[in-house]
């Protein structure tokens, strides 16, 4: 098991941006692939950004490509999410999570730990 940690959250006005960090500490940090996945009131949660055990390869969600930046420092044991030009449509609970297996997915159910989630508000 691994515990995640989520911090850089907090209010911004549109067009601005935040750095999303992911703090993890327990099981190997570098062999499993990690995600962001955000939810809405009332909406369910959704894939925002992947990247695999090396960093090699990302993915990121149709709505933020071109905005959101998704990497990862195995050396300290976190990633992040770097959002600009952000939109009040992004305004969510972010979640970091952890994969089962070193290939990211956009499917929650492959992830194994989830961390707290962090308040991002973005205002009109």
């Known amino acids: 098991q691994v515990q995640l940690v989520e911090s850089g959250g907090g209010l911004v006005q549109a067009g601005g941006s935040l750095r999303l960090s992911c703090a993890a500490s327990?099981?190997?940090?570098?062999?499993?692939?990690m995600g962001w996945f955000r939810q809405a009131p009332g909406k369910e949660r959704e894939f925002v950004a992947a990247?695999?055990?090396?960093?090699?390869?990302?993915y990121l969600a149709d709505s933020v490509k071109g905005r959101f930046t998704i990497s990862r420092d195995n050396a300290k044991n976190t990633i992040h999410l770097q959002m600009n030009s952000l939109k009040p449509e992004d305004t969510a609970v972010y979640y970091c999570a952890a994969a089962a297996r070193s290939r990211p997915s956009t499917d929650s159910n492959e992830y194994r730990d989830w961390g707290q989630g962090t308040q991002v508000t973005v205002s009109s």
């Open positions: 327990g099981r190997a940090f570098s062999v499993y692939a």
């Open positions: 990247i695999n055990w090396s960093g090699s390869s990302t």
